[in-house]
């Protein structure tokens, strides 16, 4: 289960000064659901996640993520979560079957145990082929694969997954879906990221609407239409969030 | 701390590290064939410059010769010069190097000095900065100056005295040194600047790939979501930067060792040219023989170097990791090549000796007291004092890696 309470994420910089990330954002997900976490670039979605994922420390507020609270136990928190994200790389001078390994000994699972969940893992994800190929020679499908194994290589209760099929072609992109479909299947807790509306409606239990950094409207989607009287999430959104930029001013004509 | 963490990082790093050709090329493979390429292949040319320049028999021309016959009769029958007519554009001459030097002797030179008239100078005109110009000039100045010894003589004999009168006393220095120490002071400035060198440039390649590489590649983020604690990802990755700074100097070393021995086979017919002048007793060396290096002083080198070797892959690290790409890193570390070599420089002038003031300085301390070492002398109490302070600075460069890794302006800079 992940329960957030007033996240807030200030950051300081010298050009933009004081920048609150994700202001006060509060919402709950429990295991076997998916939460979409819906929101345009730098609406403060990947900061969220990276709060839970303890990569990131709050400013204020605090989360309970699969019964540890990210302030007081990261390192507990981590050993229960698997994150993955366009910006989670695989190393390519190792092959697939090493970097199971490297990430399965850093979580701290026995040889044998290891041994067994990696056969288990390339069995369900058909990577027998090029379980012993150096990652640097993989094509997309191949990395996504072995992406999702390490992120599922310690059998964690939460999953976090920040735009996972951002720059993948169609295929690729459905396998992640299914993906994240089977994992709520297996009653864990899921937290997925994107702007991509059909996503959103294709696997998500709860939509929270995020933008500027706070959390603006969250339900089913069922429920959201009721509440805008409107079926099209893309419609919804742009509602939730305040209107559509003005347009650029049309050149004069000649 | 856990240690089955960092040692699970070490492993992982150093299994990637040596499939990484590029670092592999620039940390180890280069230095360790160039180097005694650069060492060796420079020294043999410039000794075969110098040895050429002074086979060259010079061609020399005198102008003003009618005023002294009897020198110029010495300078004709003179092997070390070759006398050449003076051609109209002498000193385009020179500089083309068709003449190496040209004399020019005062008017009516010999009648002037059997007047006993104070001659004036004569002058000698060469190409300063070219070899074989400077030294057609030394040998014509040495020529000239013994002619001046026998008019003096002659001049003593008129009035009935001997050399002796002008020169009552002769001056001659004899070395004491054995042949090891006199190794020491000469190689004693460059040891350590290579060692230095290397350490350094042995550091930052790894470093900048497993920071601001690992970044670049998105492989950074990958790991902090692992349930690893930053100091130990910190002390992985750091011993790994050690094993590859230690690993280059140690390559490097150990390829200049074999060279030297090869060198000395192949130049002197024997295995180490510094056995000859050993053999020969501490009176001194055996003429031509290299000087050697005191096997002991190089030990107490390397020890000496490991807290700098620390300091340097803790500084390479916190630098690379601060960088957002590794074309950053490089720019970062690049120019801190040149600030890390001016200690050993300035250690390397003449003068600048072990104080407890300069034995506080990092990296000029170890340059100084490395030139003690590899002479043969253990200033004990420095020693302890520099090893001290460069493992206390070792320790704090440590300690900023790790804040470094804390700080997520650093680690999710974009």
Redesign the interface.
């Known amino acids: 289960m992940i329960a957030a309470h007033g996240l807030t994420k200030v ?1 300081r ?1 010298r050009r933009r000064g004081e920048f609150r990330a994700v202001d006060d954002v509060s919402f709950t997900v429990e295991p076997g659901r998916i939460y979409g976490l819906l929101g345009a670039n730098g609406a403060g979605k990947t900061t969220t996640l ?1 709060l839970l ?1 303890t ?3 709050p400013t204020a507020g605090t989360a309970e993520v699969a019964g540890r609270d990210i302030n007081l136990d990261p ?2 928190v ?2 229960r ?1 698997g ?1 993955l ?10 092959t697939a079957r ?1 970097t199971l390994e ?2 399965g ?4 699972l026995a040889p044998d145990v290891l041994r067994a969940r990696i056969d288990l893992l390339a069995d369900e994800l058909e990577m027998h082929a090029f379980l012993d190929r150096r990652c640097d020679s993989f094509s997309t499908g191949m990395k996504q694969k072995t992406s999702i194994a ?1 992120t599922l290589v310690h059998d964690p209760a939460v999953m976090i997954f920040d735009e996972p099929t951002l720059g993948l072609d169609v295929m690729a992109a459905r396998a992640v879906v299914r993906f994240v479909r089977a994992c709520r299947d297996r009653g864990k807790t899921v937290i997925y990221s994107t702007h991509v509306m059909s996503e959103v409606e294709k696997l998500c239990d709860v939509i929270g609407i995020i933008h500027g950094g706070r959390l603006r409207d969250e339900g089913s989607l069922a429920d959201l239409r009721a509440r805008h009287g409107e079926t099209d999430l893309e419609e919804i959104f742009v509602r939730v969030v305040g209107g559509e930029p003005a347009p650029p001013p049309l050149l004069p004509p000649r | 701390m856990n240690a089955a ?1 960092i040692w ?2 070490y492993r ?1 790093e150093l ?2 590290a040596l ?2 050709r590029r670092t592999l090329i620039s940390s180890i493979v280069v230095p360790t064939l160039l180097m005694p390429l650069l060492l060796f292949g420079v020294g043999r040319l410039m000794q075969r410059a110098v040895a050429e320049a002074r086979e060259d028999v010079p061609a020399v021309a005198v102008l003003g010769a009618a005023g002294a016959p009897t020198l110029m009769s010495r300078l004709a029958v003179d092997a070390r010069v070759r006398l050449v007519p003076v051609p109209a554009d002498w000193r385009e001459a020179i500089a083309a190097k068709r003449l190496r030097a040209v004399l020019e002797l005062p008017e009516r030179l010999e009648e002037r000095l059997r007047a006993g008239e104070a001659a004036p100078a004569i002058r000698i005109f060469h190409y300063q900065g070219e070899l074989k110009s400077e030294n057609g000039a030394r040998v014509a100045e040495r020529i000239v100056t013994e002619h001046r010894e026998r008019v003096v003589t002659e001049r003593l004999a008129a009035r009935g005295l001997g050399p002796d009168a002008v020169r009552p006393f002769e001056v001659r220095r004899e070395n004491v040194a054995p042949p090891e120490k006199v190794g020491g002071n000469l190689f004693g400035g460059l040891v350590p600047y290579f060692i230095i060198l290397l350490c350094f440039t042995g550091a930052i390649y790894p470093a900048m790939d497993i920071t601001a590489g690992e970044k670049e ?3 950074m ?2 790991l ?6 930053r100091v130990d990802l910190v002390l992985g990755k750091f011993l790994l930067v050690l094993t590859g700074s230690l690993a280059s100097m140690f390559f490097v070393v150990a390829s200049m060792a074999g060279s030297a021995l090869l060198g000395g086979v192949l130049l002197f017919g024997g295995p180490v040219p510094g056995a000859a002048a050993a053999a020969a007793g501490p009176a001194g060396l055996v003429p031509g023989a290299l000087p050697t290096i005191d096997p002991l002083g190089l030990a107490g080198v390397f020890a000496m170097v490991l807290p700098v070797a620390v300091l340097f892959s803790a500084v390479a690290l916190t630098v690379s990791l601060f960088a957002k790409s590794y074309k950053e890193a490089q720019s970062y570390l690049g120019p801190l090549i040149v600030v890390v070599l001016v200690p050993g420089m300035i250690a390397a002038l003449p003068g600048t000796e072990l104080t407890a003031r300069t034995a506080l300085i990092p990296l000029l301390n170890l340059s100084l007291v490395c030139k003690e070492m590899l002479s043969g002398s253990w200033p004990w109490g420095y020693i302890a004092l520099i090893f001290g302070s460069s493992s206390l600075y070792a320790a704090g460069a440590l300690a900023l890696a790790v804040r470094m890794f804390n700080r ?2 650093v ?2 800079r974009s």
């Open positions: 950051f910089d990276r994922a990569l990131l420390r390192a507990g981590r050993a979560v994150f994200a366009t910006s989670t790389a695989l190393y390519g001078r190792l090493e490297y990430f000994r850093l979580h701290g390490r | 963490h699970i990082i992982k299994r990637d499939r990484d590649r998105g492989t983020e990958t902090l979501c692992s349930p690893v604690a997520e302006d680690l999710f």
